[in-house]
């Protein structure tokens, strides 16, 4: 029977035109990384050194957060904690209603696509709209983003241009991207003109400071974080840094392995809501802290390395799963190895388990990962944990491996199965089915190596005897 | 103390699992680079990132900005209280045209709003500090000159001693321009127009901040 | 008279289960290569699996009652162990440490197995008499450099390296040369319909070379890739690197 994850994946894979668009960003994406790190010392210095500041974080949340927490209050920024996203989401409700607000802007967040705040707000006659411009041409398609950073990458030029013609209107001259910038960059300024609060997520938490970094290209994530009256940003727990002297390094790693800059346009740093005679700003600053599974992720000793991740999107760019699938056949919000880790974890095995089917364990991911994530030995643990944790009932699957070690754990018996593949080596089965899709299947052998390697000592013996 | 925090720091503080020391304060191999090199890499770094760059000498401030002016037709211009000789040239900009007007960001962003959206073309704005390495403005915004500044009128012209080009990022997070844990309400590092790749992996300039960066370097 | 010749030094091999099935010419050419490099083989006749295909498929129970049998059996003896599947030594080299409480008298014997662990090519590189390679007129072959060789044992540089000490002969590599086969144990038939076009992908890339031959250091890789090309209605150019350079030393061994 097909699952609901392999039916997408057929469809996707069927798309010729999504699989080049995802083939050429892909290239384009590894490419340009590439010639960023193309110090191979230096990168892996840095790597190593990106790793063990995420790595510390992790182990010291408790006291991390609780100093955030401690100075962003000093600082006039009002915290707020989630368990899940359903009390984030609510707490963001409520603060808007408080506030009266009907338009909210929004800066590129993941872990408000998470919260799928989006929906919650619209449910409750908030007005959302989404700010980075590959976040707003997904939006005007009611679609999700299919990558973590450039979230409208499934689509062309051409597509996007229709795009603009079918939902605004607005009919651009074909192939001219400056001209779609334009259009978007006209009807969101109108946005951030009138926004009653404006919602971002965040790179990096400096705990000592109280300081939220915002990394961008666009100026959107400033926009939405200094006109609006309200700024809300939502944070998942583990993006806690201990000071501003590890960021310099964490935000060269993020960028370059992200789109291969060595710097991005903008980086923001946010310590406090308007101060008294200053001119602009939001009035009013809260930080929602989310966990949402990340706390017990990290009393895990196998897995807590999954909240090392800055959210770079490397791994996707270098997993031959998702360059050929994209990111909407996982149809989780995080896609690609990262979200392959991140899913089952967050929404349990029963709901993202088949996620984790998805890979060949080929190691590209864990090899570009710039924090030193082994993102196949997670997925490999999480595949035990999957089989541990399903009902002991007797599958297909259990019952294969259950034979199979019986086989290969007495000796006698492989060399008979061996013997047996010989003798019947010329039945032409085709099954797996999965294999014989694209493949013929392997003959065996005449005779085994084990066999070959028995017949060559005796014939050595008889020789040295003559 | 919210129900929330308390079960979120009950399941932090379970520590199930043993903590590992994780050395990363060893710094990295870094080149320092003279006052000379500094200057030039960041030049180099900048236009890379599609910035105009001019290294003029401090008493042709005012000349400059008209020349600006004239060349590309600015109307509007929008100044804050920092930057010394501002009045100079405000009164050396007015003087050229009367089609050119100059605004002071002296009200709050509420009040001034409209005029910053609909009318400034251009604003002008000291900068704190500059990074060779990555070819890039640290901008303190405060009351004299708000973060609107850099952010809303289509062009951005960033005023820059050279005396305040250092190296590296590294090097402003250790000797911070601001007081210890005292930080400014915002610091912006700026290293070129607003820009985005969103569309098909084009780059694109302007997307929602300055589509140009004017960067003048002082001696 | 007779015990003052030097003994030759003793290697295991651990053939793999493939090899032991499909492909036992490659298992012999490995052997041949190694006697050539004066070593005397050990192959101990109650080998079967490494226990990586349960190991990545979830099944980490049987994976352990595996590794615990083949470290018994490649401990009776304190040599080199050699495999000649990058995945395989990989999984011994790599996995097996891992799977044992820490302290355990079985961390213990699995790490000191690890540690004498070396795929076949890699351990070869720096050990064969390349004087006595015979002569070819020029050749071009491709080689493909698998997902275990280039990361998890790093060995890749190695494969590389061999062959460029072989005469007339040109190596070619497919575009996208670090992406995986489509292989994957156990994930060519649970993700069909992806390894199916990572197949593909790759065998049109390898084709492409128009290298005379496919050669790699990991049957399993090969199996795929060759049993895909058949598939198209070709004739399977795969070749271990073992089999390769067996010819090339003018080792013949019966079949
Ligand atoms: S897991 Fe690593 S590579 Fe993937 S998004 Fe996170 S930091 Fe980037």
Redesign the pocket.
Known sequence: MKTKFSKRIELALADSQLRMNFRGAMDFLRNKRQLAFNDVEEWQALRKKGAAIRQDAIQRLPELLTQLEHQCQQNGIQVHWAEDGNEANKIILNIAQQHNAKQVIKGKSMATEEIELNDFLEKHEIDCIESDMGEYIVQLDNEKPSH?IMPAIHKNTAQITDLFEKKLGISTPSGDVDALIGVGRRILRERFEHADIGISGVNFAIADTGTLCLVENEGNGRLSTTAPPVHIALMGIEKVIPNIQVLPTLQRLLTR?ATGQHITSYLNLISSPRKKGELDGPKEVHLVLLDNGRANISQDEKLQSTL?????????NHCPVYTRIGGHAYGSTYP???GQ?VMPQIKGFKQEGELLDACSLNGA?GE????E?D?PELIRTLRHRKQESSSTCWSKEVFIWFVWTKIHLHPWLYRQATLLMAVFRTLNLNYPKGWTRTRTMPKAAKMSLHRQVRERSKTKKKKENE | MSEARKAIFARLNQRKISTKKHDFQAPLATKHLNKTEAKKLLIEKLQENRAEVYSIPSTSLTDTLTTIATEKGYKTWLFGKNLSGAKTASKALESVSNEISVIQYDSDYETLREVLFHQVDVSVTSVKAAIAETGTLLLIPDKNEPRMMSLIPPVHIAILKQSDIVTSFQQVADNPPWQGKNMPTNILFISSPSKTADIQQTIAYGAHGPKELIVLIVN | MLNSLPESPQVYLFGTCLIDTFYPKAGLDAIALLELAGYEVVFPQAQTCCGQPPYNSGFKAPALKIARQTIKLLSSKDIPVIVPSASCASMIKNHYPALFQKDTSDAQLAHNLSLRTFELIDFLADKLPYGQQLSFPHCKVTLHQSCSALREMGVASAWRAILEKLNNLEICFPENKQECCGFGGTFAVKSDAISAVMTEDKCQNLMATGGASILSGDMGCLMNIGEHIKFEGQADPCLHLASFLVKRFGLNHED
Not at chain 1, 308 to 316: P, T, Y
């Open positions: 973590i392995s090392a991740c800055i959210r770079c999107g490397a791994c996707m690609g190895p990262i880790v991911c570009a990962c710039p924090v994530i993102l």
